[in-house]
């Protein structure tokens, strides 16, 4: 069945960087949307970033703008999502997702192919 997997996360100092990947199965990612949420302990869902499908126009939430950078490499059916200066309160487990658009990009409820997550943690 269709999948998305999620790689990249781990334990990084403040002001570090990672590269987080969602890597899609049976099925073409480049015809979607690709969203990134994240949920920290205790809070809710919220949408960090969206690629559109076919334009690649993003769009970045407030609280990673300048920080963040989402990319395709369609060659690898993969989304990316570079993750610079990174604050302890971008500790969530991250997820990857798919939509027609990204209309709905702050609304988790919309969107489809989950995959498990991969846990990012910033600290000293």
């Known amino acids: 069945q269709a999948q998305l997997v999620e790689s990249g996360g781990g334990l990084v100092q403040p002001g570090g960087s990672l590269t987080l990947s969602c890597a899609a199965s049976?099925?073409?990612?480049?015809?979607?949307?690709v969203g990134w949420f994240r949920q920290a302990p205790g809070k809710e869902r919220e949408g960090v970033v969206c690629?559109?499908?076919?334009?690649?126009?993003?769009h970045y939430s407030d609280s990673v703008k300048g920080r963040f950078s989402i990319s395709r490499d369609n060659a690898k059916n993969s989304v990316y999502l570079q993750m610079n200066s990174l604050k302890p309160e971008d500790t969530a487990v991250y997820y990857c997702a798919t939509d027609w658009g990204c209309t709905y990009r702050n609304d988790p409820n919309y969107w489809k192919n989950w995959g498990q997550g991969t846990q990012v943690t910033v600290s000293s």
């Open positions: 049976k099925f073409t990612l480049e015809y979607y949307a």
């Open positions: 690629i559109g499908a076919y334009d690649g126009a993003t």
